[in-house]
């Protein structure tokens, strides 16, 4: 689904800070993206949902050859790739209804249409009682949930999460991985980026390890 | 029949489209994406409202001074004057009866009287004192010639003719001063419509820089949106909605206030009449009314203001969208 052949990136005429990847993110795959802080995990995941561009190499996604991707395609793909950021890019205008749904909403689907799909999934997530509260009012692991369920909410084929587990406490990190490995068995391929050994550890998921700059896989 | 068919096949689309568009106004009862007291109001509404106000006096002076000048043009065209320059040897009075003869056989022509020795002399007495004896003094004599409006004469003909019969005898139809009129007249709406098109100039590029400012405080809007799949113009159309809402707000406070000042004036000059300063402001514009004509452009002139800020922001939008690296619009 994702594929880096032989990827690098520098920031401006720095050096680089990711070199040499070679890797493919396969169709219903799960695996954790690892290494320490600063090793370049944000930066690759910018680089798998079409943020930021690989300074060499060549990136294939959905099929698509990245270099050859122009600005009104990038829409459709990025409806197939959820996103879970660190710092969860809530609205904090809109509620959790509205900010799980806006995804839909942005596709042009009128809310009759999706109501009790968003309603399901934020109950999924455990946030039933949440549905109308505002990100301000929310602690980090309603939000964290509230941030997953926007990303799942149009069943997307690749689920990126950076940190997804970062702002809660271990039960609610164990919840939150059996909810990955539940959407995982779905059919979504899932990237979950992380420095917790003890989430890893919990499971026996092909491992992405970044290291001074460069990539090794354990299987 | 047929028409009456195609008429509606016609509207159908356009009935369905509204009704859909309603439907889906009523059903959305979500928050806009981008918040209303995020996108600065207050000083762009009242921007607009004084641009719209300046546009709105601007096409109300052009519409006056056409219509004031048509106005003018007709009544100048609906009659003509014959001037006979006495020469040694002319019999005045023949020459305006013959003049006069002239001017009834010809087709289009309504009436022609001379003028008489006395309104003549009351014409010439600031000049030359209460005591004028017109026989004594070469003083050209007039025959006013009034025109049928809907089947004029032919002048070049009339004036050939005229001159055949009495050779002083000197027609003018107030060409040159008609001409001179519609110049200035014409003049005043150029420039006026000068003035109008960069007022609108200007306000386009206030909502430009509003629109700037207000991509700029919603970035991380902008943001999300991007990142959950949203094309550029679903983000425009976010900014969009606000801006149309600004632009018709302050469209209507600056439209409404020129039509109230105009309105004013009209009762005002209407109810003094008698007075020598609204005498004077009759005299060049007649009533100061400034017609339906007037209204209706700045009616007109409300709705294109409120569209062009709708547009104008949508256009900043997609413009800012397209200058952000297109794989990089999250983050730098």
């Given at each position: 689904m994702i594929r880096f052949d032989n990827v690098g990136l520098r920031y401006d005429a720095g050096e680089e800070i990711l070199r040499d990847l070679?890797?493919?993110?396969?169709k219903q795959s799960f695996q954790f993206l690892t290494g320490p802080s600063g090793a370049g995990k944000t930066s690759l995941l910018r680089m798998l949902f079409l943020a930021l561009r690989p300074t060499r190499g060549s990136i294939s996604v959905l099929g698509r050859d990245v270099a050859t991707l122009s600005r009104r395609d990038l829409p459709s793909i990025r409806r197939r790739i959820g996103i879970v950021f660190q710092d969860f890019r809530l609205l904090d205008h809109l509620t959790t209804f509205e900010n799980v749904a806006l995804p839909l909403r942005v596709r042009g689907r009128s809310e009759e249409s999706y109501r009790q799909d968003v309603v399901d999934l934020i109950e999924w997530v455990g946030l039933g009682a949440r549905m109308n509260a505002s990100p301000v009012t929310m602690s980090g692991g309603e939000k964290q949930r509230a941030a997953i369920a926007r990303a799942l909410i149009d069943q997307p084929d690749i689920l990126l999460a950076d940190e997804p587990t970062g702002n809660v406490d271990p039960p609610m990190a164990r919840r939150l991985l059996r909810l990955f490995l539940e959407l995982n068995r779905t059919g979504t391929a899932v990237v979950i980026a992380t420095h917790d050994f003890g989430l890893m550890d919990q499971i026996g998921a092909r491992r992405l390890m970044l290291g001074e700059g460069r990539l090794a896989i354990h299987d | 029949m047929q028409s009456t068919t195609d008429y509606s096949a016609f509207l159908q689309p356009a009935f369905?489209?509204?009704?859909?568009?309603?439907?889906?106004?009523?059903?959305?009862?979500?928050a806009p994406i981008v918040p209303s007291s995020s996108v600065s109001g207050r000083a762009l509404v009242i921007t607009v409202a004084i641009m719209t106000f300046l546009a709105s006096l601007t096409v109300g002076a052009v519409t006056l001074v056409s219509e004031t000048a048509a106005e003018w043009q007709n009544d100048i065209s609906r009659e003509i004057t014959v001037q006979i320059i006495p020469r040694e040897g002319l019999d005045m009075d023949a020459a305006l009866a013959s003049v006069e003869e002239v001017a009834r056989r010809t087709s289009g022509v309504a009436a022609a009287t001379r003028l008489t020795d006395a309104a003549t002399s009351r014409l010439l007495e600031p000049w030359l004192g209460a005591e004028l004896e017109l026989t004594e003094l070469p003083v050209p004599r007039l025959v006013v010639i009034s025109i049928d409006g809907d089947d004029p004469p032919n002048f070049d003909a009339l004036r050939t003719e005229l001159q055949a019969a009495v050779p002083q005898a000197e027609l003018d139809d107030h060409r040159a001063w008609v001409s001179r009129l519609v110049a200035m007249a014409n003049a005043m709406i150029l420039t006026g419509s000068g003035v109008l098109v960069l007022v609108l100039v200007a306000t386009a590029l206030t909502v430009v820089f509003a629109t700037r400012g207000a991509?700029?405080?919603?970035?991380?809007?902008?943001?999300v949106l991007h990142f959950v799949g949203a094309r550029s113009e679903f983000i425009a159309e976010q900014f969009q909605r606000?801006?149309?809402?600004?632009?018709?707000?302050?469209?209507?406070?600056g439209g409404g206030c020129a039509i109230g000042l105009f309105w004013g004036m009209g009762l005002w000059t209407a109810s003094n009449q008698a007075r020598p300063e609204a005498d004077q402001i009759s005299a060049l514009f007649g009533s100061f009314a400034i017609g339906w004509v007037g209204y209706l452009g700045v009616g007109v002139l409300i709705f294109f203001v409120g569209f062009l800020t709708a547009f104008t922001s949508r256009f900043t939008v997609l413009k800012q969208l397209s200058l952000i690296d297109m794989l990089s619009p999250v983050e730098n």
């Open positions: 070679t890797f493919e993110i396969r | 369905a489209r509204a009704r859909d568009l309603l439907e889906r106004r009523k059903t959305e009862r979500q991509m700029a405080g919603n970035r991380q809007i902008v943001e606000h801006f149309l809402r600004i632009g018709l707000v302050g469209a209507m406070a």
